[in-house]
């Protein structure tokens, strides 16, 4: 079956920090690409995506993350990670032309002030 | 606030007895979508709609669980007989029926069984 794997269930980091969280997924065919975040207490957002063009995709926040066809991966990076970047992050896809996204278990990140 | 909202935010029940919630996702938005998260998991899908019409459901609904759309605006999940394995966060999503736009999600309705 169809799956998605994120590395890390959880990360520490420092302010200013780099940060690279891992996606993998299993699947031969044509991908869209999410990267989303849960805030403690908020619903999920989307922090970036791929469809097509440009595998290096720039989201919210100085989030950006880079599709590696050859590797099945989607990592999440960010050059300077934040306390305010404290949060859930959940990789996800959706296959072909269908709608359903299939999700990561998620990483949750914690920045030590 | 015109993002998707569910209600209610938080629901216990005790085991056997049945569950509605309902999700109004954005205004514009034709697609509809329902998740189901528990700890430590990422969402799974359960269902989704175009419009009113219910385009897939999942081997994880079972026939307890059922979803409409009546007027392909609101939507709401039923739970039958509830089970304390249902406890989770249930999570509704819409999108725009155009390809390449991305799910916006609700807060979720939280639903503990005792």
């Known amino acids: 079956a169809q799956s998605v794997s994120q590395h890390n269930h959880h990360v520490i980091l420092s302010e200013a920090a780099s940060l690279e969280l891992g996606c993998n997924y299993s699947?031969?065919?044509?991908?869209?690409l999410f990267w989303y975040v849960q805030y403690p207490g908020q619903h999920l957002q989307l922090l970036l995506k791929?469809?097509?063009?440009d595998p290096l995709v720039k989201g919210i926040k100085g989030f950006e993350a880079e599709f590696i066809k050859s590797k099945f991966s989607f990592n999440l990076r960010k050059p300077s990670v934040q306390w305010s970047d404290t949060a859930e992050y959940f990789c996800?896809?959706?296959?072909?032309?269908?709608?359903?996204?299939?999700w990561g278990a998620g990483t949750k990140l914690i920045i030590k002030p | 606030d015109t993002g998707v909202s569910q209600d209610p935010r938080h629901k216990i029940t005790k085991r056997g007895q049945n569950v509605t919630f309902r999700c109004d996702p954005i205004?514009?938005?034709?697609?509809l979508y329902w998740y189901r998260q528990t700890l430590g998991q990422g969402p799974e899908f359960l269902t989704y709609?175009?419009?009113?019409?219910?385009?897939?459901k999942s081997r994880l609904l079972s026939d307890r669980f059922s979803a409409e759309r009546p007027k392909g605006s609101f939507s709401t999940l039923e739970i039958q007989r509830t089970e304390q394995g249902d406890s989770a966060m249930y999570l509704c999503?819409?999108?725009?029926?155009?390809?390449?736009?991305?799910?916006?999600f609700g807060q979720g309705t939280r639903l503990t069984v005792v």
């Open positions: 699947y031969g065919g044509t991908v869209n």
């Open positions: 999503a819409s999108s725009a029926g155009v390809s390449g736009t991305e799910a916006f």
């Open positions: 709609f175009q419009n009113e019409a219910q385009l897939e």
């Open positions: 996800a896809v959706t296959l072909d032309s269908n709608y359903q996204l299939i």
């Open positions: 205004s514009e938005h034709n697609r």
């Open positions: 791929y469809f097509s063009g």
